[in-house]
């Protein structure tokens, strides 16, 4: 498994939903029937903008692959941000065919441009060899200049380059603010630490950021947000704070304040996760176990499980299930009591083995739906079967004793 799978490109895109660069506030504000009368006459940040919205389906329907046209047209009148997208896209394989030198190319075309998410994306292909050399001095070269901008992702990469441990501490702006806030909150005022909270989250400091999204996101001193929500943490994300990862990873998960996206989720938690955060290894591990949003794979689940668990500040309950996963007798079970019930259905599964959906890779929860929904028919059909089967030895037992009250089987069941 790839230690540097961190893309800056995508947290640039979530940085879109968030409001926090100004292109896509621009994109925010506008309308893709405005992005499309500006287009025609040229505008690249317009194409951009339409790229944007077929991307992510706001206020068109979804289509990648023409949000990719856009960011290309837009790539090729040499706008920066569209060119790191048109890297990120070609990396991941989503809309364009998997290129990891088209990736690289585009990236390097941005990052000389100064734009620091791509200077960071093309350090990361270099440390991964992928679409160019392996070369981590070039690596740091491009980190360092994403670094000298304030990335927060280029600042932990490098650390964890240095030291081989966790990242650098990041200092915070608007402490003061922020200890104010704390201060309020800790004395049960959370309305009245909204305030000085949100100053510091304005100013930059990525726990109050994730301090002001988790409010938003439970209701605590302000109406409950999921959008709001959403959008602080991918701030605070952006600025490379592991928490946030975890808590942006699950919205995207459960569908909460953004689109259902299994693929972002696995992201974040990937993001989060190299950056040693517990949580983020928890949910990691378990996107494996269930497939979501990652190929399901019951050994890596068990990998990320172990990190999660381990040291002294490690979770008994990824430790757990990190145990009963190395037994490979044992089913992976469900992500949910939703998935349980519709699979158990109330009934004595003796049917069920340890079958894993190897492999498998879902986007969202209609497909798991889906998958677990072809299970229980599997399931209900094996266990008729083995129920005829008892009754058809039992008939036959009374037949061969000439019984007076065999009870016929009837026909068997069918075997699908």
């Known amino acids: 498994m790839r230690q540097w799978v961190v893309a800056a490109a995508l947290s640039c895109f979530v940085a879109v939903s968030a409001g926090a660069q100004s292109d896509f506030d621009q994109c925010l504000q506008s309308s893709p029937q405005d992005a499309q009368q500006h287009a025609a006459r040229g505008d690249a940040t317009a194409e951009y903008c339409l790229g944007f919205y077929y991307a992510t389906g706001r206020g068109v329907p979804k289509d990648v692959a023409e949000g990719v046209r856009h960011f290309r047209v837009a790539a090729d009148r040499g706008y920066a941000p569209a060119q790191a997208y048109v890297g990120?896209?070609?990396?991941?394989?989503?809309?364009?065919?998997?290129?990891?030198?088209?990736?690289?190319?585009?990236?390097?075309?941005?990052?000389?441009?100064?734009?620091?998410?791509?200077?960071?994306?093309?350090?990361?292909?270099?440390?991964?060899?992928?679409?160019?050399?392996?070369?981590?001095?070039?690596?740091?070269?491009?980190?360092?200049?994403?670094?000298?901008?304030?990335?927060?992702?280029?600042?932990?990469?490098?650390?964890?380059?240095?030291?081989?441990?966790?990242?650098?501490a990041r200092l915070e702006p608007a402490m003061d603010a922020f200890e104010q806030g704390k201060k309020l909150y800790m004395a049960g005022d959370k309305a009245g630490a909204v305030r000085p909270f949100l100053a510091a989250a304005q100013?930059?400091?990525?726990?109050?950021?994730?301090?002001?999204?988790?409010?938003?996101?439970?209701?605590?001193?302000?109406?409950?947000?999921?959008?709001?929500?959403?959008?602080?943490?991918?701030?605070?994300?952006?600025?490379?704070?592991?928490?946030?990862?975890?808590?942006?990873?699950?919205?995207?998960?459960n569908g909460t304040g953004v689109s259902e996206d299994w693929i972002q989720a696995a992201r974040w938690y990937q993001t989060g996760a190299d950056l040693n955060n517990k949580r983020c290894q928890f949910l990691l591990g378990r996107a494996y176990e269930f497939g979501i949003g990652v190929p399901q794979n019951r050994a890596s689940a068990i990998e990320w499980f172990n990190r999660a668990g381990g040291g002294a500040q490690g979770d008994p309950q990824a430790a757990y299930f990190a145990r009963w996963l190395r037994d490979p007798t044992n089913n992976i079970g469900f992500r949910n009591q939703a998935e349980h019930d519709l699979v158990i259905g109330g009934r004595l599964r003796f049917g069920m083995g340890s079958d894993d959906p190897a492999g498998l890779l879902f986007h969202n929860s209609a497909e798991r739906t889906a998958y677990l929904m072809r299970q229980r028919r599997s399931l209900d059909v094996r266990e008729a079967q083995t129920m005829w089967g008892i009754n058809k030895r039992g008939y036959d037992d009374c037949q061969r004793n000439h019984g007076e009250s065999c009870i016929s089987p009837g026909p068997p069941p069918p075997s699908q």
């Not at 990361?124 to 001095?137: A, F, T």
């Not at 400091?205 to 209701?219: H, L, M, P, V, W």
């Open 88 to 168: 990120y896209f070609y990396k991941h394989g989503q809309g364009v065919a998997q290129d990891y030198g088209q990736a690289a190319q585009w990236y390097r075309k941005a990052a000389e441009q100064g734009f620091a998410n791509a200077q960071t994306d093309l350090a990361l292909m270099y440390l991964d060899g992928l679409g160019v050399p392996k070369d981590q001095n070039e690596a740091r070269k491009w980190l360092h200049l994403a670094a000298a901008q304030g990335n927060g992702q280029a600042l932990n990469v490098l650390a964890a380059l240095d030291r081989g441990g966790p990242p650098k």
């Open 203 to 253: 100013a930059g400091n990525s726990q109050a950021q994730i301090q002001i999204g988790y409010q938003y996101e439970y209701g605590e001193g302000v109406p409950q947000n999921y959008v709001l929500a959403a959008q602080w943490y991918a701030r605070a994300a952006n600025l490379g704070a592991p928490a946030a990862d975890c808590n942006l990873g699950f919205m995207y998960e």
